[in-house]
């Protein structure tokens, strides 16, 4: 296998309400300075399995009663990827639907030998405070994950060439862990934008004057944040107020950038600039 690849699985969530498949997103990335290339056809590009976490036992295997690929070069430019999505519908290997319990989903792409993994818990009735989203067994009954945020600056007029020091802040306020789920490395944002004018109109984004994942580099591929029950994410960065930059109120803005809702947990804060 080549140095600088990468494979990753992720589900769209941690724990499953009755009734809802689970949806399954695989990558490889190839991060290496070199162009890579590997042949399906013969053998599959990936596995998917799912393994009864308590007896080990494998209950689903994704590639089960399907047709072999055709024969193909598959060849990947570096930091390009290949992605693919697929569904378990919660049923085993035979058809029939997996009790409640928790369960790892393993991955294995055709230029790895060994599997990664995640894991999920399925549920057959609802618990915990937040309708419809369960909590595994012993769990006590709340409010589930909550995420607040609050975003803070070292000053709060600044003038052209001075730096601004921005804070952006994550507490998960509730009595469950919150699990958040990233396309790419970048697990956060800030933005600087200009207050609109009355009844005037923009394009997205015409506002930004600056944002901190602009011309950045990430490793793409799926990372995950976990917060436990009272814990926080500090995130700390500074920002240069460049020439000819207009005096007045600019609204900062922080953010989390997950797939769902690619914007969660927002905070929002001014500067004045003189």
Known sequence: MQRGLTQNIVTDRSQ???QRAVELTVRLTNGSPSLVTYQIGVRREYEITVRDSRTRK????????????????????????????????????????????????????????EAVSTQVYLAERGQGGDPGVPSPPGTP????????????????TARVGESVRL??????????????TFP?????????????????????GAL???QYSRGRSFIQSFTRLSLAPGEKKVFTESWTVPPGTPAGTYDLVGY????????????VGALTIL
């Open 208 to 210: 930004t004057i600056w």
């Open 184 to 204: 790419t490395g970048n697990q956060y944002d800030l933005e600087v934008r200009r207050r609109p004018e009355p009844n005037a109109r923009y394009r997205e």
């Open 58 to 113: 494998v209950v689903w295997t994704w590639s089960r009663n399907k047709p072999a690929p055709p024969s193909t070069e598959i060849r990947l430019a570096p930091g390009q990827w290949r992605e693919h999505k697929e569904l378990w519908d919660r049923r085993d290997d035979s058809g029939r639907r997996v009790p409640e319990g928790t369960y790892e989903i393993e991955l294995v792409h055709l230029p790895f030998r």
């Open 167 to 180: 804070t952006y802040t994550v507490t998960n306020t509730g009595d469950q862990p919150a699990v958040l």
């Open 256 to 267: 989390l950038p997950t797939p769902a809702t690619q914007k969660s947990a927002e905070a």
């Open 16 to 18: 499953y309400p009755p």
């Open 141 to 156: 009954k709340g409010r589930g994950p909550q995420l607040q945020a609050t975003l803070q600056t070292d000053r709060r």
